[in-house]
């Protein structure tokens, strides 16, 4: 006797062919957390889930690049494009967003330190949440500690920019992003950052200005109090005093 054929699918079977990205999607929404271009979602995606993201989006750079109406299968040039703009967004210039921050030991201040310290300038690297076009700056960060200050290594400063960078941003929010976390890694009794950067959606688009750069700040703390202490941290950026 022949068995009656299922027509339909078993969670499980229904579970397997969930793409990865609505599975991470899934546990956002049903934990209420925002999922913005600029947020860091390491916390929702699984072990080996970054792997299948990866290919997912390789499938659909496949697409887009069809709807381009270029030739891959027969182009030399772009054959493995779809595969290469996946590996750049997931595992490069997007990767501060799915994975977790770096580890920063962080020491007392047992000298307790009170002088102006200033790290810079540091290299980032982003791209536009706008156009997908790349942000190149630097970046110089300014702490006043206090004896109850956690001192971090100065290439952690690097490590906490590059993370914060590594997701589509606008500059303006991704300062404010860095100086939140510093504040709270390190707890200072001031803390001023500042970013000059170029855009290429100025650049290479749009009005096509490869000499504009944007400059924006943030200051907290004694820094905002204090205009001698802040002129003092300025005057010492090379070339913005």
């Known amino acids: 006797m022949l068995m009656p054929i ?69 182009d030399h040039n772009t054959d493995d494009t779809a595969r290469r703009v996946a590996k750049m967004y997931v595992n490069e210039v997007f990767r501060g967003r799915y994975v977790h921050g770096p580890a920063i030991t962080e020491f007392p201040n047992a000298e307790h330190l009170n002088e102006l310290m200033i790290v810079g300038p540091i290299t980032v690297r982003s791209a536009c949440s706008h156009h997908f076009c790349p942000i190149i700056g630097k970046i110089w960060i300014g702490v006043m500690p206090n004896e109850h200050t956690n001192v971090i290594g100065l290439s952690k400063y690097a490590r906490l920019a590059e993370w914060i960078m590594g997701r589509p941003q606008i500059q303006e929010e991704a300062v404010v992003q860095l100086a939140d976390l510093i504040q709270q890694k390190t707890q200072p009794d001031g803390l001023a950052i500042v970013m000059e950067a170029s855009h290429y959606c100025m650049a290479w688009r749009g009005v096509k200005d490869m000499d504009s750069k944007m400059i924006n700040s943030v200051m907290r703390g004694v820094f905002l109090k204090d205009p001698n202490l802040r002129r003092e941290f300025l005057s010492l950026i090379p070339g913005r005093g």
């Not at 999922?35 to 993201?53: C, Q, S, T, Y």
Request: charged residues 30%.
């Open 6 to 74: 299922p027509t339909t699918m078993s969670a499980t079977q229904a579970e397997e062919g969930t793409p990865v990205s609505v599975k991470i999607r899934e546990r956002l929404l049903a934990a209420r957390k925002r999922f913005n271009a600029n947020d860091n979602i390491a916390e929702f995606v699984e072990p080996g889930e970054l792997e299948l993201l990866l290919d997912e989006v390789e499938e659909k750079m496949k697409g887009v690049l069809s709807s381009l109406v270029i030739d891959t299968a027969n």
